[in-house]
């Protein structure tokens, strides 16, 4: 069985969409983080972390 792109409940920071996004494709959540923040200084990180937390839904 896949696993599906949902933002979890547990072990989120401020949204979920990094833990969302680590658990969907098994990587590490650090390593999603690190990837967001270095990309926020270019300035897509923040608009792309946003329109993420828009698309993806909550796990129920």
Same mark, same amino acid.
């Given at each position: 069985?896949?696993?599906?792109?949902?933002?979890?409940?547990?072990?989120?920071?401020?949204?979920?969409?990094? #833990?969302? !996004?680590?658990?969907?494709?098994?990587?590490?959540?650090?390593?999603?983080?690190?990837? @967001?923040?270095?990309?926020? !200084? @270019?300035?897509?990180?923040?608009? #792309?972390?946003?329109?993420?937390?828009?698309?993806?839904?909550?796990?129920?």
């Amino acid at each position: 069985m896949e696993r599906s792109l949902v933002r979890p409940p547990r072990g989120r920071v401020i949204a979920g969409v990094c #833990a969302g !996004l680590a658990d969907r494709f098994g990587i590490s959540r650090t390593l999603v983080r690190v990837g @967001f923040v270095f990309f926020g !200084l @270019f300035g897509v990180g923040e608009l #792309a972390y946003i329109v993420l937390w828009i698309l993806i839904p909550k796990a129920k």
